[in-house]
């Protein structure tokens, strides 16, 4: 800009919707500063111009290499940097564009602000929360992962347990799609008739059984939520799975035993701690002629009373 600069092109500056500054080359001091960068630092430009821009850098690294990048570039654009508001000295985070000019006669640097506190706050609080989750996951005792489903099928993020759980490192199944799929994939693709259909999430929790890398066999309990993009679209799928090996071991052998009791050659009989009757096999209604639902709830001094088959 040639020195001089006719009343007309300050008054356009002054008047720009965005922050603007122009400071001298050689000692960054503030020439030009309009209303909207007062208002930005709660400020009168009156007091901005004069002072050196060093004054509200954070980190005068940042000058250097925005330096550094005008010279090597000719031009920067939107170089984020922390600042302080010139009025309370509170931290404020701006993305910058600059270039060189002439004004009043001097070399100068004009620079375009626009506040990004709030976006760099929201990324911090993000970050936050992620590394929370992060930190739970880690030490979970469940199995905790995202599969993905765009742009292919993988696995995103597994827990550690996993190796506990499957036998499987992280890095196993990571790099390996067909172990991620075998771990994730019957849950989003193999629906059973206590879930959701594909594309949907699991409305109840789905119990399926999982072979470890040694061979055995883990049961799992699967809860998952689905992930849709921008557009809508399905993307991804977040689940934990709860080893419930255990209890379906447990059930099992409830399983055993119970058919050994209707299999069992001996009359049985089961009572509560009141001493009412809460269950008789076969062979004890064959021996005294009694339905179970005659007998249930019960004293088993009705047998006393001389009725039974022989």
């Known amino acids: 800009m040639p020195k001089g600069v006719p009343q007309p092109a300050r008054d ?15 000692d960054g001091v503030i020439l030009f500063a309009n209303a ?30 925005l330096l550094d990048l005008l010279a090597r570039d000719g031009k920067v654009r939107e170089f984020d940097l922390q600042t302080r508001r010139f009025g309370d000295g509170a931290p404020l985070w701006v993305s ?30 993000l970050r936050e929360s ?7 996951a880690e030490n979970a005792q469940d199995l905790i992962f995202r599969y993905e489903l765009l742009p292919y099928p993988h696995l995103s993020y597994v827990s550690p ?19 991620a799929a075998m771990l994730a994939a019957p849950g989003v693709l193999q629906r059973t008739d206590q879930g959701a259909q594909p594309g949907q999430g699991l409305a109840r929790p789905v119990e399926l059984s999982l072979r470890r890398k040694d061979g055995s066999t883990v049961w799992f309990e699967l809860r998952n939520v689905p992930i849709y993009d921008g557009q809508g679209k399905l993307a991804a799928f977040q689940g934990i799975a ?6 379906k071991q447990a ?21 509560n701690t009141h001493g009412d009757i809460e269950y008789v096999n076969p ?16 004293n088993p001094r009705i047998l006393k009373s001389g009725r039974t088959s022989h």
């Not at 400020?43 to 250097?64: C, F, H, T, W």
């Not at 009043?104 to 609080?125: P, S």
């Not at 992620?130 to 739970?136: G, I, K, P, S, V």
């Open 283 to 298: 062979k004890f209604c064959q021996v005294t002629g009694y339905t179970p639902e005659e007998v249930k709830g019960k």
């Open 161 to 179: 347990s996993a190796t506990r759980l499957t036998g499987y490192k992280p890095e196993e199944l990571y790099g390996d799609p067909a172990l």
């Open 251 to 271: 059930d099992e052998r409830l399983r055993m035993y119970s058919r050994a009791m209707e299999q069992s050659p001996a009359s049985i009989l089961i009572t």
């Open 130 to 136: 992620e590394a929370q989750f992060r930190l739970l």
């Open 242 to 247: 709860r080893d419930i090996t255990e209890r």
């Open 12 to 26: 356009l500056l002054a008047r720009l919707p965005i922050p603007l500054a122009i400071t001298r080359m050689s």
């Open 96 to 125: 910058i564009s600059v270039a060189p000019i002439h004004f009043e006669g001097e070399a100068a640097l004009c620079a375009a602000v626009v506040d990004i506190t709030a976006r760099k706050q929201a990324e911090q609080a």
């Open 36 to 65: 909207e960068l007062g208002r930005l630092h709660r400020a009168k430009v009156s007091q901005l111009i004069g002072r050196p821009i060093q004054e509200l850098y954070m980190n005068l690294e940042d000058r250097q290499q």
